[in-house]
């Protein structure tokens, strides 16, 4: 077991560089099922879900070559099982993007019902439904989906909720089906912007990814081949972004794209933080402690709701009482009765939380329930008096690349020790 031994009291300062987001190579990797041949994929994150999605593949018949750390060429000329292992899909949240995309070039798959981090009911109806419509028989039962489709073909689909993964998902299931398919009411996340690039440059016709609309006309077949860069991780940098003001500190957030920063940048302003746009970087800085502030998540281009534990401990020692509203997740307030062992006053009930802004927090053990939550609690024990023990940090793993070299690298003293 391991567990990160973080002395508090650091302001953070200096340069960090933001790898490839998570959300978008967990679907892009899944993706390159449909391209049957090569694709080259740069700034992948070197993360767990990558690494536990690239291994899926390989079981399905997928050849895998690593160039570097955060390169690879991905041959998926010869997929020959239609069954992904179950032990390895039911672990993270992604392997759900197995199913559009074996859909796509199979008409068959059958997966583990997806898992990944606990913030409470995780539906996928919206997927099947969209998967239905398209033409596919979908069954679910004794922890697997199985998914079958002689032939699938364009339709509308109206989606009854804003879900990023489930418009993912169709336009996966859409890109090789015959005739034009329309998904209304879609997210609009920089990831769904960046898996509808990926599979344009392969020759894929999908209009729209960034806006509610979003129309796929099917195509025969995708190009091989291709060289896609993975978009910077938005949530990645909004957790640097944080961790320069709740240590009034002083961060240049390199490789990053601003514009999807905005909604985390317009909070920063709002509660007396400094933002500096270079274009491809963000420096943030704060040399005071932070303002009260009401936060509700919603879906991009609103306040994140992976941004909203890291936002808590912000608004944790924050001058006055904030609100969080979760809109997203029922259960995303674990973290809280974590951040109240090291000193915090949060009251947490349903989807609303109550910070009273206390001066300090004190190291302590603690405990990361989900990824953000980890993160979360990294910046908690980098401002903390003393020593926090953080431990469950196999969560964090999943999603962040080298991230206490990087917090050390910002002046951090912050220690992986293995029990
Ligand atoms: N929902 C349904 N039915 C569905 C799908 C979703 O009711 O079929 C509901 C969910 O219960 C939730 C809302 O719709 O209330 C939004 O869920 P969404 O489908 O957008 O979430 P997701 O695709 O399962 C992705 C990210 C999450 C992130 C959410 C929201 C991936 C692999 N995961 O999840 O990321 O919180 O979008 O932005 O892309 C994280 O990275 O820490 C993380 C949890």
Same mark, same amino acid.
């Given at each position: 077991?391991?567990?990160?031994?973080?002395?508090? /009291?650091?302001?953070?300062?200096?340069? $960090?560089?933001?790898?490839?987001?998570?959300?978008?190579?967990?679907?892009?990797?899944?993706?390159?099922?449909?391209?049957? /041949?090569?694709?080259?994929?740069?700034?992948?994150?070197?993360?767990?879900?990558?690494? *536990?999605?690239?291994?899926?593949?390989?079981?399905?018949?997928?050849?895998?070559?690593?160039?570097?750390?955060?390169?690879?060429?991905?041959?998926?000329?010869?997929?020959?099982?239609?069954?992904?292992?179950?032990?390895?899909?039911?672990?993270?949240?992604?392997?759900?993007?197995?199913?559009?995309?074996?859909? /796509?070039?199979?008409?068959?798959?059958?997966?583990?019902?997806?898992?990944?981090?606990?913030?409470?009911?995780?539906?996928?109806?919206?997927?099947?439904?969209?998967?239905?419509?398209?033409?596919?028989?979908?069954?679910?039962?004794?922890?697997?989906?199985?998914?079958?489709?002689?032939?699938?073909?364009?339709?509308?689909? #109206?989606?009854?909720?804003?879900?990023?993964?489930?418009?993912?998902?169709?336009?996966?299931?859409?890109?090789?089906?015959?005739? @034009?398919?329309?998904?209304?009411?879609?997210?609009?996340?920089?990831?769904? $912007?960046?898996?509808?690039?990926?599979?344009?440059?392969?020759?894929?016709?999908?209009?729209?990814?960034?806006?509610?609309?979003?129309?796929?006309?099917?195509?025969?077949?995708?190009?091989?081949?291709?060289?896609?860069?993975?978009?910077?991780?938005?949530?990645?940098?909004? @957790?640097?972004?944080?961790?320069?003001?709740?240590?009034?500190?002083?961060?240049?957030?390199?490789?990053?794209?601003?514009?999807?920063?905005?909604?985390?940048?317009?909070?920063?302003?709002?509660?007396?933080?400094?933002?500096?746009?270079?274009?491809?970087?963000?420096?943030?800085?704060?040399?005071?402690?932070?303002?009260?502030?009401?936060?509700?998540?919603?879906? #991009?281009?609103?306040?994140?709701?992976?941004?909203?534990?890291?936002?808590?401990?912000?608004?944790?020692?924050?001058?006055?009482?904030? *609100?969080?509203?979760?809109?997203?997740?029922?259960?995303?307030?674990?973290?809280?009765?974590?951040?109240?062992?090291?000193?915090?006053?949060?009251?947490?009930?349903?989807?609303?939380?109550?910070?009273?802004?206390?001066?300090?927090? #004190?190291?302590?053990?603690?405990?990361?329930?989900?990824?953000?939550?980890?993160?979360?609690?990294?910046?908690?024990?980098?401002?903390?008096?003393?020593?926090?023990?953080? #431990?469950?940090?196999?969560?964090?793993?999943?999603?962040?690349?080298?991230?206490?070299?990087?917090?050390?690298?910002?002046?951090?003293?912050?220690?992986?020790?293995?029990?």
């Amino acid at each position: 077991m391991e567990k990160l031994v973080i002395k508090g /009291g650091t302001r953070l300062k200096g340069e $960090v560089t933001i790898s490839g987001a998570k959300n978008a190579a967990v679907a892009i990797l899944p993706a390159t099922l449909l391209v049957n /041949g090569i694709c080259h994929i740069n700034n992948l994150p070197n993360i767990s879900d990558v690494k *536990i999605i690239c291994n899926i593949l390989k079981e399905l018949g997928a050849k895998i070559t690593w160039k570097k750390e955060n390169e690879i060429t991905i041959d998926t000329t010869e997929i020959n099982s239609t069954k992904a292992p179950l032990e390895m899909t039911s672990k993270f949240r992604a392997s759900y993007y197995l199913i559009g995309s074996m859909l /796509g070039r199979c008409g068959n798959i059958e997966v583990g019902l997806p898992g990944g981090c606990n913030l409470g009911a995780r539906p996928i109806d919206q997927h099947i439904k969209g998967f239905e419509a398209l033409g596919a028989k979908v069954t679910v039962g004794q922890g697997k989906i199985h998914a079958k489709a002689k032939k699938l073909v364009g339709t509308s689909i #109206y989606m009854d909720v804003v879900s990023v993964g489930a418009t993912i998902n169709i336009m996966l299931a859409s890109v090789l089906a015959e005739g @034009t398919t329309t998904i209304d009411n879609a997210a609009k996340e920089p990831h769904i $912007v960046d898996v509808a690039n990926f599979l344009n440059t392969m020759g894929a016709d999908i209009r729209g990814a960034g806006t509610d609309v979003i129309k796929i006309n099917g195509v025969k077949q995708l190009k091989s081949e291709g060289t896609y860069s993975v978009v910077p991780d938005q949530i990645e940098a909004g @957790t640097f972004m944080l961790a320069a003001i709740a240590s009034k500190g002083d961060i240049l957030v390199k490789n990053c794209i601003p514009e999807h920063l905005d909604c985390i940048t317009a909070k920063i302003l709002e509660i007396g933080g400094n933002v500096e746009d270079y274009g491809d970087s963000i420096r943030v800085s704060a040399n005071k402690r932070p303002s009260k502030a009401s936060v509700k998540t919603l879906p #991009y281009p609103g306040f994140p709701t992976d941004m909203q534990p890291q936002m808590g401990v912000v608004l944790s020692i924050a001058n006055g009482t904030s *609100i969080i509203n979760e809109s997203i997740w029922e259960s995303r307030f674990q973290y809280t009765a974590e951040l109240n062992k090291m000193g915090a006053q949060i009251t947490a009930q349903g989807k609303t939380a109550v910070f009273e802004g206390v001066d300090k927090l #004190y190291g302590a053990p603690v405990y990361a329930s989900d990824l953000r939550a980890g993160a979360a609690l990294i910046i908690a024990g980098i401002i903390a008096d003393g020593v926090t023990e953080l #431990y469950n940090i196999e969560h964090i793993d999943r999603g962040y690349e080298n991230i206490e070299e990087k917090f050390r690298n910002l002046g951090a003293n912050i220690q992986r020790i293995s029990e």
